[in-house]
């Protein structure tokens, strides 16, 4: 008697209600299969992805680390090309446009003969990413989160810049702020509609609190700026800190009636407890 878990629709079930990202390819990167972790984490439905090729920056593939890989597609294509399993940390493109970190692992497909014939993938988010969407969902249900933007509101933010504070001054550990704006956002206005700085805006504050670690907090101190607090970082650790988020930003692109919109941001820090940045 067969067992329904010796089926293999059964394996592919499984595989498509897993909420860790997970997708095939062939040897010319085509997509045939995206699961529905793939769908969650992304935003991309499996009917948009299906057929479609990895070298079309579907998947977006810049993680904003210079010590990382920087293209998921030159690491898929590794694996077709050399067998080898490859594990790397990348940033996926979300369909709002904001990046989102993740671990990407990519292992060879071979068949009977030991021939490579494709590669599967799994994706998940990383530690910072997770506990950054737990801690949102939390807070949200007390009125801390900015709606339009989805980071922390001002009167939370300036609560936590309080506590901060009042940390340092008993005991001296240092923590730094970032300020934030996006670069023209009058030009966005004009061209494009005040609906279209607001989405800008949003993609910008996902992407932000996607990079930040854990400890970390991101709000929206007025219309168009946001404040990011990073606690024990020190004087010079704000310059790497803001180059890395900078890059980040610069990958950060929507799409506007048919138009790809990327956009820029000006960084400047402090470190209480000595130092200046921007």
């Known amino acids: 008697m067969v067992s329904e878990l010796d089926k293999p629709e059964i394996y592919r079930r499984i595989l498509e209600s897993l909420q860790t990202g997970i997708y095939l390819v062939d040897?010319?990167?085509?997509?045939?299969?995206?699961?529905?972790?793939?769908?969650?984490?992304?935003?991309?439905?499996?009917?948009?992805?299906?057929?479609?090729?990895?070298?079309?920056?579907?998947?977006?593939?810049r993680d904003g680390h210079d010590s990382f890989a920087a293209d998921a597609a030159d690491?898929?294509?590794?694996v077709l090309r050399d067998g080898k399993p490859v594990a790397i940390n990348v940033s996926l493109c979300h369909t709002e446009g904001h990046r989102v970190l993740v671990r990407l692992r990519a292992v060879a497909i071979r068949d009977s003969h030991g021939k490579v014939i494709g590669a599967a993938e799994s994706?998940?988010?990383?530690?910072?990413?997770?506990?950054?969407?737990?801690r949102q969902g939390k807070l949200a249900v007390f009125g801390c989160i900015d709606e339009e933007s989805g980071?922390?509101?001002?009167?939370?933010?300036?609560?936590?810049?309080?506590?901060?504070?009042?940390?340092?001054?008993?005991?001296?550990?240092?923590?730094?702020?970032?300020?934030?704006?996006?670069?023209q956002i009058d030009h966005f206005q004009s061209a494009h509609g005040i609906r279209a700085v607001d989405a800008i805006q949003?993609?910008?504050?996902?992407?932000?609190?996607?990079?930040?670690?854990?400890?970390?907090?991101?709000?929206?101190?007025?219309?168009?700026?946001?404040?990011?607090?990073?606690?024990?970082?020190?004087?010079?650790?704000?310059?790497?800190?803001?180059?890395r988020l900078t890059k980040m930003v610069s990958y950060t692109e929507i799409k506007w009636w048919g138009d790809k919109v990327s956009v820029t941001a000006s960084f400047g820090g402090y470190c209480f407890g000595g130092g200046r940045h921007g």
Request: charged share 25%; glycine share 6%.
């Open 27 to 61: 040897n010319d990167q085509k997509i045939l299969f995206w699961n529905e972790g793939g769908e969650r984490i992304t935003g991309h439905l499996r009917q948009d992805v299906l057929g479609r090729f990895c070298v079309d920056d579907l998947l977006g593939n």
């Open 75 to 78: 690491a898929i294509a590794a």
């Open 123 to 134: 994706f998940e988010e990383s530690l910072s990413v997770s506990s950054w969407d737990r």
């Open 151 to 183: 980071v922390f509101n001002r009167e939370y933010l300036l609560f936590q810049l309080r506590e901060n504070l009042s940390t340092f001054n008993r005991y001296r550990i240092p923590f730094s702020v970032l300020c934030i704006q996006v670069d």
């Open 202 to 243: 949003h993609a910008v504050a996902q992407t932000l609190g996607n990079s930040l670690r854990p400890t970390d907090l991101l709000g929206r101190l007025s219309e168009r700026t946001f404040l990011a607090v990073l606690t024990e970082c020190k004087a010079n650790e704000i310059e790497s800190v803001a180059k």
